[in-house]
């Protein structure tokens, strides 16, 4: 249930199955002792099926009134991780294991931020899975992933980490941070399931496909993922008290809107760094470090290159026409329900 539709492994498995059918195609006797491209390939594919056994009892598909997404079985207490834009704003779900067993959901909390989300089922036997430190990726490692595009429960597909540290923004003022680029495909419904390594460890949470700008559609083979380091940090935080308590994310303290040629600040937060650096309402913020920021995606993708503690210079454009530059130390950003 991607928000948004913006949302080569494949050439030794091609190579070896192109070796084969050459070999049958010409009639000739097939070898007593398979060829080392063979052999790559059938534990290739051996492996995948050992990931997919592994990961899949612990993906679950979770519905709620506006749709269908994903989920990960974050411990044996039944918490279970997905995005934060799968949960939307329900509080309860209907959750279905791999094995068509149908669970009662209801919200533990959110933090759209990152748009990670925990949901809490009662039920035995759940598996949970194993996270692996993101922090290790390097890009052309192998990734599957596994989760329910469109409805189709279950259905894993594979490629290579692409990328890394990508800041890429949702379309809606989220940005994630540091995510990871992946060519396995990635389509609606696949949001909040498993990326995952040969290993079958959890690498990451698919929640972007990226959109072909000129053709309007799925660009095919880039997906973006939100790396288990994150996941995990922010998923403990959920858990344990309900809502985030250290983000790791800047905090600038305005709410903002898009006036199409910057970011008006349509209310300052009392006390907020914002506000202790003179930040007005009517203010538009048309750069940060002198880099523009035309748009809301534009700040927060600006702002996702700063840690909390850290001093930039924001360009501002007052009412009266007038310009200022202002400096700021970026807070915390406050973790949410």
Known sequence: MNRIIRLPLALLVASAAFAVVVGFASGRAASK???????????????????YRKVSPSVVQIETSEGLGSGIVFDAEGNIVTNAHVVGSSKTFTVTTSTGKQLKGSLVGTFT????????????????????????LRVGD?????????????SVTQGIVSALGRQEPEGNGVVLQNAI???????PGNSGGALVNIHGNVIGIPTLAAADPQLGGAAAGIGFAIPSNTVKSIASQIVQHGHVVNSGRPYLGVKIGDTGNGVYVGDVSSGSPAAKAGVKVGDVIVAINGKSTPNSDALGTALAGYKPGQTVTV?????NGGTSSVKVTLGEYPGTT
């Open 33 to 51: 002792t398979q060829s080392p491209a063979t052999n790559a390939a059938a534990a290739l594919q051996n492996a995948f099926v050992t990931v």
């Open 113 to 136: 931020a990152d748009d990670l989300a925990v949901i809490k089922v009662n039920g035995n036997g759940l598996r949970p899975a194993a996270f692996a430190n993101s922090s290790a």
């Open 142 to 154: 192998l990734a599957m992933a596994v989760g329910n595009p469109l409805g189709l429960q279950s």
């Open 181 to 187: 680029q992946t060519s396995a495909a990635i389509n």
């Open 315 to 319: 360009k501002l454009v007052h009412q």
